[in-house]
């Protein structure tokens, strides 16, 4: 999955957002006003993290803290978020040997874990517009 396949895959979800509060560059996926995807690119500074993620797409997720760990444990491409909380966050750096449907998954278990931190009243308005599986796929 590349950068675009991914900011396109993001805004597929129900009701997602797109904005740019830290520039051009860096694209934030919300729903309901809450962040549940950041996409960028590590330009020269991906280099400290290896060689391979120079100017590499990565996008920021929400994600269970033990799940983090296991998918830290199976995937290299699956890192502790980049300027975000390390605890309920992972960057996945794009590269072609993360699979593709693994980062369509955790865009939407990021997806389902924002929903289900949203007020009641909006999370209930939008399990009233869409189907379960649409939401928490």
């Known amino acids: 999955m590349d950068y675009k396949e991914a900011s ?34 590590t330009g020269e500074k991906g280099k400290e993290l290896g060689a391979e993620y120079a100017n590499c797409a990565f996008l920021n997720l929400k994600c269970d803290p033990e799940e983090a760990f296991m998918l830290r444990d199976i995937f290299p491409e699956v890192l502790p978020a980049y300027h975000m909380s390390k605890k309920h966050w992972i960057s996945v750096v794009l590269v072609d040997s993360m699979p593709e449907k693994e980062i369509e998954r955790l865009i939407d278990r990021s997806y389902g874990l924002v929903l289900k931190g949203l007020k009641k009243a909006d999370r209930l308005q939008l399990e009233l517009q869409y189907a379960p599986e649409e939401l928490y796929r």
């Not at 895959?9 to 694209?27: I, K, L, T």
């Open 8 to 41: 396109y895959y993001c805004m597929s979800r129900p009701e997602a957002v797109r904005e740019y509060p830290f520039g051009p560059d860096v694209e934030v996926f919300k729903v309901k006003d809450k962040m549940f995807g950041l996409l960028a690119t």
